[in-house]
């Protein structure tokens, strides 16, 4: 029986299933079973069937192979014996798959399937003539240490193998090399002058009779520990929180100074290592979160003459919401960004798979870009979903290979290294923590719901990480050596005050802050007042203000503003001439072209903000004034580029791009398809080829309209593909013939009509 017969006899339902378990088979519909028969059979549709297959069931399709049960069925129970299990659970799933299928003379398989799993099934050789078995254990148990050492490297990895001493033709007596002696035995075959091959049986033999060893037909064991869930939720909320921190100084870094796109596309080395530098982290990190921040919409090429890499007006909405929203937003943009940074510090080499520093990718180029990157990393992380809520695993290199396990034909020579991308990458962003799934990445994870959207995930997902972040604080610790702590992260409020008048000396749980002249000018810069400051850290610090600090600010503000600036281009004034003719005198009064118009006032034709900052390096404090007279900031905002047209990231995948109802409506089809098949026709009628003439096929369907009969028709879809049908006309009108079962066939479409006997 050909698959094609099975099929056919298969129920409703289950050909359903295996339309929406091999999806390539429905586009386009099939006309029949036939068609899906020969569709199923082909070595690519087989191909993509066995990424679905788990080890286990690959060994059982192997020896299916070993059994020759492409070209002949073979009994259950054969194979049951080559694998040493009951194989019938691994048989059911792939005749789900239409990969085999069960007849009373025994199971068969696809010839595809050969040409798919390689020439060696199970790392075997070819069944050759081999003396008999009693005598293979008797020789096998004489033979010396080499060349027993010869016949189990063959058995146990690939079964031919490359030497020079297979260009002779000796006998025992004459060979002098291991392999020669093997060949003059008969326990190697020549396969030509540098290649021998070792016979299939004599592998099953030193292999113990069995055509795998436990590790390939059992899962491999993940060792796990146990935590509390809202552990891992607040330990995943601290790596939120720092993710979400380094972000915002990479905008603020980018909005001043963007970083160029090099000719080729992607960032530079040199822009990399800074990131590296003004946010302490490694270069691994640096390329996550700059390929995250692209990915989610916040940073664009400016498309400008010389490129840059700006951030976008969407940075300024993200920096404005909080902390579990921003890290919502990363999260699911590098969740579904169709990109692998680990390959910029991990390229593999083509022949060893050992890393190289040569010809590495760029950062943001488009060698990164790797469509299944998305399902690759939701497979990892559902992986971990699988456990109980607060289980981590304990290593990662466990989980790693229980993937390879479950899919080793998926992810081509990647999969192993993206995996650890994964886990590492999603370690680094929050999404994973101490080895388990946190109840945020959770929400990311769940299924859309019907009637739901993506957004909808990210909101639960938002929510989630809210209750898990500690709640902001509203006070701070000033020291004596003017550092300031915030042993918790800071009202958006105060955060802000802080930020103005003091500077991140080290980051964390509990951020550490430091107070120098230079970020006390900085505030006052801002508008700020020196009494303002004096009642920020009265009203936000548990520890009693230190003298030194209160010196400090008095200090600067009492130098600060004493020397004003507007635009004149710029001019600069003074109600102390002395101090007027103390800038004169100094060199840097040449460098900005300053010149006195009045005994107080001074002009430059430079811009002021260039002005302020030369005086100050030269030790001066000045600070700029509006047309009003009071102080206000320059300080530069940074540079914004429009945010990427649609959505910033991509919908999370559906589960099947064929619904349940669609495979139903593709069966019903290839059922008509088969009775039309299979109808006796009589007397018909063909279109004239390519003349369009379809007046025979009318008159044909009219007359079958009055007297009730049914008719065969011939026709090609809206794919392009030939089908055909068995209708009972209802009426013609309009160039439409409508049938009984309520479908409507064009009639240029109809290739030609015949009545059913």
Same mark, same amino acid.
């Given at each position: 029986?050909?698959?094609?017969?099975?099929?056919?006899?298969?129920?409703?339902?289950?050909?359903?299933?295996?339309?929406?378990?091999?999806?390539?088979?429905?586009?386009?519909?099939?006309?029949?079973?036939?068609?899906?028969?020969?569709?199923?059979?082909? /070595?690519?549709?087989?191909?993509?069937?066995?990424?679905?297959? *788990?080890?286990?069931?690959?060994?059982?399709?192997?020896?299916?192979?070993?059994?020759?049960?492409?070209?002949?069925?073979?009994?259950?129970?054969?194979?049951?014996?080559?694998? =040493?299990?009951?194989?019938?659970?691994?048989?059911?799933?792939?005749?789900?798959?239409?990969?085999?299928?069960?007849?009373?003379?025994?199971?068969?398989?696809?010839?595809?399937?050969?040409?798919?799993?390689?020439?060696?099934?199970? %790392?075997? =050789?070819?069944?050759?003539?081999?003396?008999?078995?009693?005598?293979?254990?008797?020789?096998?148990?004489?033979?010396?240490?080499?060349?027993?050492?010869?016949?189990?490297?063959?058995?146990?990895?690939?079964?031919?193998?490359?030497?020079?001493?297979?260009?002779?033709?000796?006998?025992? #007596?004459?060979?002098?090399? /291991?392999?020669?002696?093997?060949?003059?035995?008969?326990?190697?075959?020549?396969?030509?002058?540098?290649?021998?091959?070792?016979?299939?049986?004599?592998?099953?033999?030193?292999?113990?009779?069995?055509?795998?060893?436990?590790?390939?037909?059992?899962?491999? #064991?993940?060792?796990?520990?146990?935590?509390?869930?809202?552990?891992?939720?607040?330990?995943?909320?601290?790596?939120?929180?720092?993710?979400?921190?380094?972000? =915002?100084?990479?905008?603020?870094?980018?909005?001043?100074?963007?970083?160029?796109?090099?000719?080729?596309?992607?960032?530079?080395?040199?822009?990399?290592?800074?990131?590296?530098?003004?946010?302490?982290?490694?270069?691994?990190?640096?390329?996550?979160?700059?390929?995250?921040?692209?990915?989610?919409?916040?940073?664009?090429?400016?498309?400008?003459?010389?490129?840059?890499?700006?951030?976008?007006?969407?940075?300024?909405?993200?920096?404005?919401?909080?902390?579990?929203?921003?890290?919502?937003?990363?999260?699911?943009?590098?969740?579904?960004?169709?990109?692998?940074?680990?390959?910029?510090?991990?390229?593999?080499?083509?022949?060893?798979?050992?890393?190289?520093?040569? +010809?590495? /990718?760029?950062?943001?180029?488009?060698?990164?870009?790797?469509?299944?990157?998305?399902?690759?990393?939701?497979?990892?992380?559902?992986?971990?979903?699988?456990?109980?809520?607060?289980?981590?695993?304990?290593?990662?290199?466990?989980?790693?290979?229980?993937?390879?396990?479950?899919?080793?034909?998926?992810?081509?020579?990647?999969?192993?290294?993206?995996?650890?991308?994964?886990?590492?990458?999603?370690?680094?962003? =929050?999404?994973?923590?101490?080895?388990?799934?946190?109840?945020?990445?959770?929400?990311?994870?769940?299924?859309? #719901?019907?009637?739901?959207?993506?957004?909808?995930?990210?909101?639960?997902?938002?929510?989630?990480?809210?209750?898990?972040?500690?709640?902001?604080?509203?006070?701070?610790?000033?020291?004596?050596?003017?550092?300031?702590?915030?042993?918790?992260?800071?009202?958006?409020?105060?955060?802000?005050?802080?930020?103005?008048?003091?500077?991140?000396?080290?980051?964390?749980?509990?951020?550490?802050?430091?107070?120098?002249?230079?970020?006390?000018?900085?505030?006052?810069?801002?508008?700020?007042?020196?009494?303002?400051?004096?009642?920020?850290?009265?009203?936000?610090?548990?520890?009693?203000?230190?003298?030194?600090?209160?010196?400090?600010?008095?200090?600067?503000?009492?130098?600060?503003?004493?020397?004003?600036?507007?635009?004149?281009?710029?001019?600069?004034?003074?109600?102390?001439?002395?101090?007027?003719?103390?800038?004169?005198?100094?060199?840097?009064?040449?460098?900005?072209?300053?010149?006195?118009?009045?005994?107080?006032?001074?002009?430059?034709?430079?811009?002021?903000?260039?002005?302020?900052? %030369?005086?100050?390096?030269?030790?001066?404090?000045?600070?700029?004034?509006?047309?009003?007279?009071?102080?206000?900031?320059?300080?530069?905002?940074?540079?914004?580029?429009?945010?990427?047209?649609?959505?910033?990231?991509?919908?999370?995948?559906?589960?099947?791009?064929?619904?349940?109802?669609?495979?139903?409506?593709?069966?019903?089809?290839?059922?008509?398809?088969?009775?039309?098949?299979?109808?006796?026709?009589?007397?018909?009628?063909?279109?004239?080829?390519?003349?369009?003439?379809?007046?025979?096929?009318?008159?044909?369907?009219?007359?079958?309209?009055?007297?009730?009969?049914?008719?065969?028709?011939?026709?090609?879809?809206? *794919?392009?593909?030939?089908?055909?049908?068995?209708?009972?006309?209802?009426?013609?009108?309009?160039?439409?013939?409508?049938?009984?079962? *309520? +479908?409507?066939?064009?009639?240029?479409?109809?290739?030609?009509?015949?009545?059913?006997?």
């Amino acid at each position: 029986m050909m698959l094609a017969d099975v099929l056919r006899a298969a129920s409703d339902e289950q050909l359903a299933a295996l339309l929406l378990a091999r999806r390539d088979l429905a586009t386009p519909p099939p006309a029949d079973t036939e068609v899906l028969a020969r569709r199923a059979a082909t /070595p690519g549709s087989v191909a993509r069937a066995c990424e679905q297959l *788990n080890a286990r069931q690959l060994a059982t399709a192997e020896a299916l192979l070993l059994l020759d049960a492409d070209t002949k069925p073979v009994p259950k129970s054969a194979i049951d014996e080559l694998l =040493g299990i009951d194989a019938a659970e691994d048989l059911a799933a792939l005749e789900r798959l239409a990969l085999c299928w069960s007849t009373d003379e025994g199971i068969s398989t696809l010839p595809a399937v050969r040409e798919t799993l390689g020439p060696f099934p199970a %790392g075997l =050789g070819r069944s050759l003539p081999t003396p008999a078995d009693a005598d293979v254990a008797a020789m096998l148990d004489e033979l010396p240490d080499d060349e027993k050492n010869v016949l189990t490297k063959l058995a146990t990895g690939a079964p031919i193998g490359r030497t020079r001493d297979a260009s002779v033709d000796v006998d025992l #007596e004459s060979a002098r090399t /291991p392999v020669q002696r093997l060949l003059a035995r008969g326990l190697l075959v020549r396969r030509d002058s540098q290649t021998v091959e070792l016979p299939r049986e004599i592998g099953l033999h030193l292999r113990g009779g069995r055509a795998f060893g436990p590790q390939t037909l059992h899962e491999p #064991e993940l060792r796990t520990r146990s935590f509390s869930q809202e552990s891992v939720d607040q330990t995943a909320a601290g790596e939120a929180m720092e993710l979400c921190r380094q972000v =915002g100084e990479l905008l603020s870094s980018w909005s001043q100074n963007p970083p160029p796109v090099l000719k080729a596309g992607g960032l530079g080395v040199r822009e990399v290592r800074r990131i590296c530098r003004e946010l302490e982290i490694d270069e691994p990190r640096a390329v996550l979160l700059a390929e995250v921040v692209v990915a989610a919409g916040l940073v664009a090429d400016s498309g400008s003459t010389t490129p840059e890499f700006v951030p976008t007006t969407l940075a300024d909405s993200w920096l404005a919401t909080g902390p579990a929203a921003r890290w919502a937003l990363l999260a699911a943009a590098w969740l579904d960004m169709p990109r692998l940074p680990g390959l910029v510090h991990d390229w593999p080499d083509d022949q060893s798979g050992s890393a190289r520093r040569t +010809d590495v /990718p760029a950062p943001l180029s488009d060698r990164l870009h790797r469509p299944t990157a998305p399902s690759v990393r939701r497979r990892v992380l559902g992986a971990l979903a699988e456990l109980p809520p607060g289980t981590g695993i304990v290593d990662n290199a466990e989980l790693i290979a229980l993937l390879a396990w479950r899919n080793p034909r998926r992810g081509g020579r990647l999969r192993d290294d993206a995996a650890r991308w994964v886990l590492a990458e999603a370690a680094a962003l =929050g999404v994973i923590a101490l080895g388990a799934v946190p109840s945020a990445t959770r929400a990311l994870l769940a299924d859309v #719901e019907p009637g739901e959207t993506p957004d909808d995930l990210r909101r639960r997902a938002t929510v989630a990480m809210a209750e898990a972040l500690p709640d902001p604080v509203d006070h701070v610790l000033v020291q004596a050596d003017l550092t300031v702590v915030a042993p918790g992260p800071l009202e958006p409020g105060l955060a802000d005050d802080i930020a103005a008048v003091a500077d991140i000396e080290s980051a964390g749980h509990a951020t550490v802050y430091r107070i120098s002249e230079q970020s006390v000018r900085r505030a006052l810069d801002s508008g700020r007042t020196a009494s303002e400051l004096h009642e920020l850290f009265a009203k936000r610090s548990r520890t009693p203000v230190p003298q030194s600090l209160t010196y400090l600010i008095d200090d600067v503000a009492r130098r600060h503003g004493r020397l004003r600036g507007g635009a004149a281009s710029s001019f600069l004034r003074s109600d102390d001439e002395v101090l007027i003719a103390e800038v004169l005198a100094h060199p840097a009064a040449e460098e900005l072209q300053l010149r006195r118009i009045a005994p107080t006032v001074l002009v430059s034709p430079l811009p002021l903000a260039e002005v302020l900052d %030369g005086l100050r390096a030269a030790g001066f404090s000045p600070a700029a004034e509006g047309m009003n007279g009071q102080v206000v900031d320059l300080t530069p905002r940074g540079r914004r580029v429009a945010a990427p047209r649609g959505p910033a990231r991509r919908a999370l995948p559906t589960r099947n791009q064929l619904s349940p109802e669609q495979a139903e409506e593709v069966v019903a089809r290839m059922r008509a398809g088969d009775a039309a098949a299979s109808a006796r026709r009589g007397a018909g009628v063909r279109n004239a080829g390519g003349t369009g003439d379809t007046s025979a096929t009318l008159e044909l369907l009219a007359e079958a309209v009055r007297t009730g009969r049914q008719v065969w028709i011939g026709y090609v879809d809206a *794919n392009g593909t030939a089908a055909q049908r068995v209708v009972t006309p209802v009426r013609v009108s309009a160039g439409i013939l409508d049938g009984a079962d *309520n +479908d409507r066939y064009p009639l240029h479409r109809i290739t030609s009509a015949a009545y059913v006997e």
